[in-house]
């Protein structure tokens, strides 16, 4: 398995409250991802990174900010939670940006 | 905007015989296509994944088609197997080599024995 860790793995939090997920790699790759699991909408990328500082949107990043301070970290955090935010989110790294990305095991987020 | 659609939620078949899962692509950018598959309570693992310069790729049982002018592609389970049973993703790339990669919606896939 390629090594991905992600913190915490679940977490319940309360409506307005700022979270931090962290996505932690080993495997010096240049990109990575955070995704959301929905039921009905499959994965959806809400950020991703191609370098140290260098990020972009996805198709939901609306509510989301990251930051990528050094290559083995990418944080993702929620500003303010809503309940539309709770879902399952999962890491991803990948070496390029044409190869397959390998997945952390995820982070299971409720916003009550 | 669903940029990569897989129609089918779920799909059902017999213990050995063919799985055909379908996904569908808007995108004409794309140019890297991959297939995952999603057990419950893990991250999606890869399984195979195809280049536009092809129509076809096998790994084992696994063959992935994709047909450029339909903006479509397919992955072929043969045979199958109860241990196939899970959730499948295709995800497609850009050729602006941005590292963005798009899923769909999944497909769930029950073989029986």
């Known amino acids: 398995d390629a090594g991905i860790t992600q913190s915490p793995r679940h977490k319940v939090t309360e409506t307005g409250t700022p979270v931090t997920l962290r996505c932690h790699q080993t495997?010096?790759?240049?990109?990575m991802y955070w995704y959301r699991q929905d039921p009905g909408h499959g994965l959806r990328l809400i950020h991703y990174?191609?370098?140290?500082?260098?990020?972009d949107k996805g198709e939901v990043s609306d509510g989301y900010s990251v930051s990528r301070s050094k290559t083995e970290d990418f944080l993702l955090t929620l500003e303010s939670a809503t309940s539309s935010q709770t879902s399952v989110y999962f890491c991803a790294i990948s070496p390029t940006g044409n190869t397959e990305a390998f997945f952390g095991q995820g982070t299971r987020l409720t916003v009550v | 905007d669903q940029q990569v659609k897989q129609n089918s939620p779920s799909l059902s078949v017999q213990e050995g015989r063919i799985s055909i899962l379908n996904c569908d692509y808007t995108n004409s950018m794309f140019d890297y296509f991959l297939w995952y598959k999603k057990y419950p309570a893990e991250g999606p693992t890869f399984l195979i994944s195809?280049?536009?310069?092809?129509d076809k790729n096998e790994d084992g049982r696994f063959t992935v088609f994709l047909n450029k002018s339909a903006k479509h592609l397919s992955l072929h389970i043969v045979p199958s197997q109860p241990g196939d049973s899970a959730v499948y993703f295709c995800a497609a790339r850009p050729s602006s080599n941005t590292g963005k990669l798009i899923f769909g919606q999944g497909t769930t896939l029950q073989v029986k024995p």
């Open positions: 195809i280049s536009s310069i092809k």
């Open positions: 990174s191609y370098g140290v500082k260098d990020t």
């Open positions: 495997e010096n790759h240049r990109y």
